[in-house]
């Protein structure tokens, strides 16, 4: 990568392999969210405040998620380095920084003292890496110095540790492992009992926040049995209940958590159980959440695991046209990632999108994205879902706060996903997006904001 452009989060994807154990660890309650229609969205008073973080690493290549191909591969992907979505989050008693994530289920928080994993300093679990996940470019590391986080962990689990399994996981640009444990979580005024977490003690991660907090299904947790992590193997990981699940299990909230971002960051806000207070327009949509069988990603599997959805397509036209000379695309499938900066799409609609800017966007190869002018006029554009248009602002077309230091040109929000497909922050900045886990479906209505 070249520039100040590095491989953001797309987290929410451990580099596993189909297969998973159906495991959960003795002595704690798991239950599975019963079906149920879908209900009221009521102004909650359980809501944090939002803010983006921007990451400090400005070099680093290779972003990589699973494909959802049978051969189970990786694709790799080019974001820019902003994680959209964090909030504070109560850890025992103390708070820190976590990116919220719709795209991984596990919730971590690094330990003080870390290892900075790299190439010398921690050659095993590299090498072990690198043998376990074939198709993943692990990344050389870097030094100690250079792995720029937020504040650390320094305490014990309060409820005490969990023996005998290990947390590994491969992100886009993280690999972190360490310790599950117990411990008391707090978000938007609502406090998690003797949930399952993880605390990282070898990582390589460069964004300045302390962890991560998992929204996706239990069925992408990772967990493995014993405590060397060098020793895991890929098919042998165990599902256990996440703190969200342990929320609703506490009858804490229902299954429902929505998201209403401000893309400066001030005003938005994280709800649980409800929807934040903000204003809306327009009519309210829903889409199923698809299941693994009905996305192909586990043919064999009948249940979610990724936030995925059909989407009806999306209609483009200049920001001079009308709807005579507009052009709608076809549908497709993606998935809801909080914390994938840019919204990926089929290369031929991401194609349309570069070529309606005024100048057309360029496609720089040395980063693998479409980049316009900073000043370029950006097209009018709209994502179709549940027959309803939702527009998007052209400040989520044209990613001005951040330049291609080599190009002096700014990343277009929305690329070519090569194969997959996903509603990340630029197209969830313009909504309000709602995650219903008892209903199985995303709803969402456009916020009433300035274009």
Not at 80 to 88: C, E, G, I, L, T
Not at 157 to 184: H, Q, R
Not at 200 to 220: C, E, K, P, R, T
Not at 228 to 245: A, R, S
Request: charge should be neutral; include cysteine; glycine fraction near 10%.
């Amino acid at each position: 990568m070249v520039g100040l452009w590095v491989a953001a989060l797309l987290l929410g994807l451990a580099v596993s392999s189909a297969a998973r154990i159906p495991e959960l660890n003795s002595g704690k309650s798991h239950r599975t969210f019963k079906r149920r229609a879908p209900g009221l969205d009521l102004v909650t008073d359980n809501v944090v405040p939002l803010k983006p973080v921007h990451s400090v690493l400005r070099h680093h290549k290779g972003l990589l998620r699973r494909q959802s191909t049978s051969n189970g591969g990786l694709t790799a992907i080019n974001n820019p380095s902003q994680a959209n979505y964090v909030a504070q989050v109560g850890w025992g008693n103390e708070t820190y920084s976590m990116i919220l994530d719709t795209g991984s289920s596990d919730t971590w928080i690094l330990k003080e003292g870390f290892q900075c994993l790299d190439s010398t300093g921690a050659p095993t679990i590299v090498r072990v890496l690198r043998s376990l996940f074939p198709y993943q470019v692990v990344p050389n590391m870097p030094q100690q110095s250079n792995c720029q986080v937020g504040p650390q962990f320094s305490g014990n689990f309060t409820g005490g540790p969990i023996e005998n399994v290990n947390f590994n996981i491969s992100y886009g640009t993280g690999i972190l492992a360490g310790k599950f444990g117990w411990e008391d979580i707090t978000i938007a005024n609502i406090t998690v009992k003797d949930a399952q977490v993880a605390v990282v003690d070898q990582a390589y991660f460069n964004f300045n926040v302390s962890g991560l907090f998992g929204l996706a299904f239990a069925s992408l947790t990772s967990e493995f049995p014993g405590n060397d992590p060098t020793k895991n193997i890929k098919t042998h990981y165990m599902t256990y209940e996440p703190v969200f699940y342990k929320m609703v299990d506490q009858h804490l909230s229902l299954p429902t958590f929505s998201f209403a971002p401000d893309r400066d960051g001030p005003n938005g806000y994280f709800a649980v159980g409800g929807i934040p207070p903000v204003n809306t327009t327009g009519k309210t949509v829903s889409a199923s959440i698809l299941t693994s069988k009905e996305t192909r990603s586990k043919p064999s599997i009948n249940r979610p695991d990724y936030y995925y959805i059909n989407i009806d397509g999306a209609i483009i036209g200049r920001s001079n046209s009308t709807s005579s000379n507009s052009t709608s695309f076809p549908p497709f499938v993606g998935f809801v990632d909080t914390a994938t900066t840019l919204t990926l799409l089929p290369t031929a609609l991401a194609t349309a999108i570069a070529g309606a800017f005024k100048p057309p966007a360029t496609f720089v190869a040395a980063a693998h994205l479409y980049e316009v002018p900073c000043n370029a006029t950006a097209p009018k554009l709209a994502i179709t879902i549940g027959g309803v248009n939702f527009p998007v602002s052209s400040a989520d077309l044209i990613l001005q706060p951040q330049v291609d230091g080599s190009t002096g040109l700014c990343v277009v929000g929305f690329q070519d996903g090569g194969g997959e497909y996903i509603l990340g922050a630029t197209f969830l900045n313009n909504v309000l997006s709602t995650f219903d886990l008892g209903a199985l479906e995303v709803r969402f209505t456009a916020l009433a904001q300035k274009l």
